[in-house]
């Protein structure tokens, strides 16, 4: 399953991605973003992908994650 993977040594916490996706997103208690544990679904994909892109230091992305539990689809 796909979800948003923030990495914390690239994330200076500006917040865009948060404002943007709060169903996906809050902040840590180091303000910086962090991911609520979410797949990515379908109809968001789209919009997270442009949040990759606009991500001012690329800490912002979206990967396939094999889950070894995983076994409903
Ligand atoms: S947009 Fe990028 S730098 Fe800004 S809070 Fe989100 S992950 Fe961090």
Redesign the pocket.
Known sequence: MEKIV?NKD?????????AEHPEY?IFDEMG??DPVDKKVEPQDKASLLD?VE????Q??KVEDIKEENENHE
């Open positions: 923030i690239l994330c200076i916490g500006c917040g865009m991605c948060v997103l910086q973003a949040t606009k991500c001012p230091t800490a912002f």
